[in-house]
């Protein structure tokens, strides 16, 4: 067996190298409401590059003009990983999917067709005209690009003889990755590696080519049973930043590349992640998707080396080691003596920006810095969640075509709780003042009664960012509209003024995903009821 570098697309099993394939832009954006921008797209893309993540699937290419615009600009800026875009087992699919990463340096096409009892009853095809469709599209992919990987959708559930004929025809076409998908995450690890080795032995020409797992985490197993098909003889890993994912989502890829760091004894691989870019580019896909990682996440929760037992705590001011396996800064969370408040200037604030992994251009600066003092003459102390809090709602401010100027609230347990709002709606200015039980209702119906829209509230969650009653209220707000799900954060110490700017943020969410969707009408319906 030969090895091969990262960014070779001729077959070749590796021995101790892991590759990562990230698909935080594909799957990942496939949960409901983790909508992203072009421009985030690109800056995601960039710093998954920037980290060493292998294979960086940026789209579904013949889902959406946008979806094609990102994949193809994607491909386009690319340094090193290798840009994969996602394509049906058809030729029309194939062939748009090509025209969108023709460009980068190290193009692949990943194709797929659901092989499980299940999925085949889908296109109501028989076994044998699914192989011969198997055969022609990965034949047809390979004719364009010599990188391809081919998938059996719902693999774990697919009969073994029949995954084992249909992988056959895949490698024999020409696929020189072949991933196992667990699409539902029914498996267990057990058999997430019997299956890996049952393909290894059974297949010929299956030590020719890498198999990968793809895992999805709806019995709390996806790591598991991707390690598991690593020792397996396994060698990608399809994998999310934070998880992110359709339903419980996917294998994270923070949690495979650390326990393969961590327990290098017993799983002797090596992978080509930065990992002290981990907690950056964790923050970022959090910001951007509107997920917020869980406190007690693992790897890039704000819990996982947070310790407040007493017998933890002595042991920690003892020796780390004790009741840590990893050290803060192996994962990028590094510490600084830089106390932030509002006597703080701009080269502090850029210093502990920075710290946290966010790189700020001038103009950026200038406008988070006018924030942050204003923070800042709010609360004593800015701690680095304030900080990240602050960053989330600074982020491309001027895309918003909806904008809260103004609001204020009456409320009480004797009178009416009334709000009065004005909002920025393309540069006009429009008021309204309602009534409602309670201030963030009162609230919610202002900005309802300005931008009339049919979206159903779905979520609404307050968690505060600190300590204290200055603490800042992070607020996620959760929109649908004709199976468009949308979400909204925002920050804030006033957290009816949060709820308003995290429920305009899902607005403005909506309006992009209206046009990404082709149904936009292009305005936004308004009025003043004031």
Known sequence: MTDTTPNAPASGVIQDRVLIFDTTLRDGEQSPGATMTHAEKLEIAQLLDEMGVDVIEAGFPIASEGDFAA???????????????LARAQLGDIDRCWEAIKHAKNPRIHTFIGTSPLHRAIPNLTMDQMADRIHETVTHARNLCENVQWSPMDATRTEADYLCRTVEIAIKAGATTINIPDTVGYTAPRESADLIRMLLERVPGADEIIFATHCHNDLGMATANSLAAVEAGARQIECTINGLGERAGNTALEEVVMAMKVRNDIMPY???????????????????????????????????????????????LKNAET????????VG?????????????????????????????????????????ELADRKKEIYDEDLIALMRIASDPEADRIKLKSMHVVCGTDGPNEAKMTLVIDGAEHSTEQSGDGPVDASFKCIKALVDHSARLQLYQVAAVTEGTDAQATVSVRLEEE??????QSADTDTVVASARAYIHALNRLLVRREKGGTDKREINYKDAS
């Open 71 to 85: 994949v193809s600009e994607i491909a386009k800026q690319a340094k090193t990983a290798q840009i994969c875009g």
């Open 483 to 488: 199976g468009r799900i949308v979400t909204g």
């Open 323 to 330: 009741f840590e396996i990893m050290r803060p800064e192996d």
């Open 333 to 373: 969370l590094a510490e600084t003596n830089i106390v932030m408040g509002k006597h703080s200037g701009r080269a502090a604030l850029r210093s502990k920006l920075e710290n946290l992994g966010y790189e700020l251009g001038d103009n950026q600066l200038k406008d988070v810095f006018v924030r942050f003092k």
């Open 270 to 316: 090596q992978t080509r992640v930065d990992a002290t870019k981990l907690m950056n580019i964790s923050r970022r896909v959090a910001t951007v998707s509107g997920f917020a990682v869980q406190f007690n996440k693992a790897i890039v929760g704000k819990n996982a080396f947070a310790h407040e037992s007493g017998i933890h705590q002595d042991g920690m």
